[in-house]
């Protein structure tokens, strides 16, 4: 009953915000071309840590989930939203991937996704020592949410397809796991967020995929063992790696099993 209290709160404000966020972003000219070199907005970050802020203190007032337990967890998403905004306004494309931007870093100029990138692992770590105690289970913890966030930023290229990926791993986890109230508001967001990105209508941007990463990397640091923690950071490694070399747009266009779940609710 809570998890579905917090759910319908976090569509709810989305439902209600989500045209005067679009508009905004449109009228301040935060847009950027989508991979058919429209012009839509892009940046949700923010919408969705104020869906979030919301129906967790909505659930404070009713007594169904506690909003000081929550604090780590919204610090995370706004450090995280806060840095993708950065790069969503003011990123170039210079530099790409992380051996891109810490070349320049290297060179004397930091680039905004550079800056993300560490500042991004800082507050991980920052968040993970709130989580265990262990050096070993703080930097596992660290890992899980930097790789998560970044993964699901490397996956928003094409309509639906990091909230598609969102969901799997939230599905997952609350399947074999359950508990994590907190991706709750996150998953009623992104649902009603999802006609405007299905259709090709705005992006995620980096500031929402690295909210949907971080939160679903912190959920798996609390509620996975020691041994799965690693294995899932050791497969989220292996895919950025891969990312550095490989196109994952066509490696899912060149398997028809991979290129029909992409193209699955997309109207494009």
């Not at 993708?84 to 810490?102: S, V």
């Not at 063992?225 to 690693?230: G, N």
Request: charged share 15%; glycine share 12%.
């Amino acid at each position: 009953m809570e998890a579905a209290i917090l759910f319908v709160l976090g569509g709810l404000f989305t439902l209600l915000v989500r045209s005067l966020w679009l508009g905004m972003l449109k009228n301040c000219g935060l847009v950027a071309l989508n991979y058919q070199q429209k012009e839509i907005p892009v940046s949700s970050g923010p919408l969705f840590l104020g869906s979030t802020t919301f129906a967790l203190w909505l659930g404070e007032l009713v007594g169904i989930s506690s909003l000081s337990d929550r604090f780590s967890f919204l610090f995370l998403l706004a450090a995280l939203v806060l840095l993708g905004f950065i790069d969503d306004c003011l990123g170039g494309k210079d530099a790409k991937g992380f051996r891109g931007h810490f070349r320049s870093l290297f060179r004397g100029q930091l680039t905004t996704g550079g800056m993300k990138a560490i500042a991004g692992g800082f507050f991980s770590l920052v968040v993970a020592t709130t989580l265990a105690e262990e050096p070993a289970r703080i930097l596992l913890a660290a890992l899980l949410i930097a790789f998560s966030a970044n993964t699901l930023n490397l996956l928003d290229l094409r309509p639906g397809r990091a909230l598609k990926s969102f969901w799997l791993g939230s599905i997952l986890l609350l399947w074999t796991r359950g508990g994590n109230l907190p991706l709750y508001p996150l998953l009623g967001a992104s649902v009603i967020w999802a006609p405007a990105d299905f259709k090709g209508r705005a992006m995620l941007g980096d500031s929402g995929a690295n909210c949907l990463g971080a939160a679903l990397g912190y959920s798996l640091a609390v509620s996975l063992s020691l041994p799965w923690q690693l294995a899932v950071v050791l497969f989220l490694l292996l895919l950025n790696l891969i990312s550095e070399k490989y196109s994952f747009s066509a490696i899912i266009e060149g398997n028809p099993f991979l290129r029909f779940l992409d193209r699955l609710g997309r109207s494009q």
